[in-house]
């Protein structure tokens, strides 16, 4: 194709501005929930990973405590406390 050479489009400049607008558009709306999504996930992480710290300083309080309590290892005890799953969103 030579400089001299111009491309003659169909569509009328309107309907490609229209066109790429709503592409823009919609483009824009897909990232913004794309973030949204991850900064949800991120949050449920962080909350996740406290609870389980929380949990494992419990566990390892108790067996500290069992421990220097009886110089016989025993079996651990069963509790009847069930655990709640996290729940996020």
Request: proline content about 4%; glycine content about 2%; charged content about 40%.
């Amino acid at each position: 194709m030579s400089t001299g050479e111009t491309l003659s489009y169909r569509s009328p400049i309107s309907k490609l501005l229209q066109f790429f607008r709503r592409s823009r558009d919609q483009w824009k709306e897909k990232c913004k929930a794309a973030k949204k999504e991850s900064k949800s996930l991120k949050t449920c992480l962080a909350k996740m990973k406290e609870s389980r710290d929380r949990w494992k300083t419990e566990a390892r309080q108790l067996r500290k405590a069992r421990v220097s309590q009886s110089s016989t290892p025993e079996e651990p005890q069963k509790t009847d406390t069930p655990r709640r799953a996290a729940r996020c969103r």
